[in-house]
T-cell receptor, first 114, second 112 residues
Framework: DAGVIQSPRHEVTEMGQEVTLRCKPI?????LFWYRQTMMRGLELLIY????????DSGMPEDRFSAKMPNASFSTLKIQPSEPRDSAVYFC????????????FGSGTQLSVL | AQKITQTQPGMFVQEKEAVTLDCTYD???????LFWYKQPSSGEMIFLIY??????QNATEGRYSLNFQKARKSANLVISASQLGDSAMYFC?????????FGTGTRLQVTL
């Protein structure tokens, strides 16, 4: 299995631009999570999906952030417009949903907003 | 309120010694799970160990063990015989209902 695949690995953009981060979960995994990691705030849960349906988006910082999961094999996290304070590593993770199963992480997207 | 608390921002340990990284949690879910992940400087998240709330015995995985004290709501990670390669950030995480949240992490530095 290829694992959780995120793209791009690195993204550098200018303030005000739209940014789209992509994630392909492991096949058969029913849950998909988006996390943001910064030095100041650690690993924050932004949103998670179950069977493509958003379950909890209370961690999404503001309306500039949106996430979709159009099918079981693809999810996007969009920031529009981006701001320098959005600079962080964004992780996507998935798991099957069994109680004792670990969360599988992607390699992350390092986002820099100038 | 913090669901997962890691009170040690940084820890030092000498090579070959054991070290305990603290984690406390709070949840209303009677069936929860606790995880530890390691994040080396390369950035990837590496799963180390899992403990279910109904597990009677403490989880062990090689040099890693989880000291689970349910009444105290603590799930400390014990690393035995530390190695230089153990230098990394360590995150405690809790699954409650279907949501997984992480603590702020502890940076462990293993010294010669």
């Amino acid at each position: 299995d290829a694992g959780v695949i995120q793209s791009p690995r690195h993204e550098v953009t200018e303030m005000g631009q739209e940014v789209t981060l992509r994630c392909k979960p492991i096949s058969g995994h029913d849950y998909l999570f988006w996390y943001r990691q910064t030095m100041m705030r650690g690993l924050e849960l932004l949103i998670y999906f179950n069977n493509n349906v958003p379950i909890d988006d209370s961690g999404m910082p503001e309306d500039r952030f949106s996430a979709k999961m159009p099918n079981a094999s693809f999810s996007t996290l969009k920031i529009q417009p981006s701001e320098p304070r959005d600079s962080a590593v964004y992780f996507c993770a998935s798991y099957r949903g069994s109680p004792n199963e670990k969360l599988f992480f992607g390699s992350g997207t390092q986002l820099s907003v100038l | 309120a913090q669901k997962i608390t890691q009170t040690q921002p940084g820890m030092f340990v000498q090579e070959k010694e054991a070290v305990t990284l603290d984690c406390t949690y709070d949840t209303s879910d009677p069936s929860y799970g606790l995880f530890w992940y390691k994040q080396p400087s390369s950035g990837e998240m590496i799963f180390l160990i899992y403990q279910g709330s109904y597990d009677q015995q403490n989880a062990t995985e090689g040099r890693y063990s989880l000291n689970f004290q349910k009444a105290r709501k603590s799930a400390n990670l014990v690393i035995s015989a530390s190695q230089l390669g153990d230098s990394a950030m360590y995150f405690c995480a809790m699954r409650e209902f279907t949501r997984l949240t992480f603590g702020t992490g502890t940076r462990l530095q293993v010294t010669l």
